[in-house]
């Protein structure tokens, strides 16, 4: 069997619609690199028609570059495996997919299936969350992570000690995926839904929420983060560039969040604020 091989060229910002995009023409499994991203689909499905059309959609948004090739299958993994590498963060968490050899011991070690999700720790914002999540006290905490993908932040969540997570993602793949990626990793206190915010059943209130999504969304929805969290509770974004931390703060300082940390990777932020009193 033949897979045809698609490398997308684009801006960043616009790799989670276009591989949404390529979902919805059967591309199934999907990679971050350093140009944009590889999609793959079995050779018998590759539709050249339905690509222009979504070529043709972002023509006028955005400079996009698509690329492919045709692989057979039997070398497919191995092309696939040869562009994954493990990531370690901060010397401290190893992230890597089941068939990497395990080299050297870290504290954390979390096992991600890479599909179509985003989270695999190679972006600069997942690798941020995950650096800050570890200098969080997480233990019997109740954690929300927003806009989960692998549910990578919730593994980490748990491994760090969490009695309880709830998960949630607007795409599919993420609730497939990211449940193969909870069984991979023997989580216990996890439980990923479909849907936002405001369309999923969440009980309770938090004491950290996680929120790796994008700019927009999250000026949408800080005042409803603050409704789910407990007095003191902390809220850690990222999902957005530096130039937009003043933005996020303050809309964020509207309901009473104050900024504990920032820290930033290749221009990528991430923002550490508490729920403080009236
Ligand atoms: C930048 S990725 C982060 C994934 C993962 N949490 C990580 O840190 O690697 C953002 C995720 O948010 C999801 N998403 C986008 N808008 C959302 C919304 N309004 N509510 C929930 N999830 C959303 C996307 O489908 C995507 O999986």
Known sequence: MFYTKLQVQCNTEFSEILMAELAEIGFDTFLENEDGFEAYVEEARYDAEAL???????????PIGFSFENIEKKNWNEEWEKSYEPIIVDDRCLIRADFHKIEKKYPYEIVITPKMSFGTGHH?????????QMDIDHKYRSVMDAGCGTAILS???????AKRVTAFDIDEWSVINGNE???INNCRVIEIQQGKISEVSINGKFDIILANINKNVLLDEIKTYS?????????LLSGFYTHDIDNLL?????????????????KWACLLLQLIGE
Do not use: V
């Open 52 to 62: 222009e059309i979504i070529k043709g959609k972002y023509a006028d948004l955005t």
């Open 155 to 161: 593994i980490m969540a748990e491994k760090l000690g």
């Open 181 to 183: 990626n909870l069984q």
């Open 250 to 266: 303050q809309e964020a300082s509207k309901y009473n969040f104050k900024e504990l940390r920032r820290d930033e990777k290749e």
């Open 124 to 132: 600069q914002t997942t690798y941020l969350m995950i650096k800050n």
């Open 227 to 235: 409704t789910y969290l407990n007095p003191l509770g902390l809220l």
